[in-house]
């Protein structure tokens, strides 16, 4: 459970990263609020994912969904780049986490 529970915490860190960007700096109030509520949802997840989980590999895995999550939500829905080396680099990312998960 506490997988499925990090998960979900990695995800709502990729909606506060990407709702940062639609706060146009904390002036707009409903995507402040929301991404206020996507930082505490994803930091109250990740801390009863600690529970059972290894703080390193937690914290590695929360981070790490959350940088591509966000590179993805990026190039989605603010055409960023997909250049190659940027795609090796989220790939290899990719691989570390899931290089952590099979060493829990």
């Not at 929301?34 to 929360?62: D, F, H, N, Q, R």
């Amino acid at each position: 459970m506490s997988w499925f529970i990090l998960f979900f915490a990695g995800l709502f860190e990729v909606g506060w990263a990407v709702g940062l960007k639609y706060t146009d700096g904390f002036s707009r109030p409903l995507p402040t609020l929301l991404t206020v509520g996507a930082i505490l949802a994803s930091l109250g997840l990740l801390g009863l994912a600690m529970k059972e989980l290894p703080l390193g590999t937690a914290y590695a895995i929360w981070t790490g969904i959350g940088a591509v999550g966000t590179v993805i939500a990026g190039v989605i829905l603010f055409g960023e780049s997909l250049a190659p080396l940027r795609l090796a680099s989220v790939a290899l990312i990719a691989c570390g986490l899931v290089g952590l998960k099979l060493s829990h």
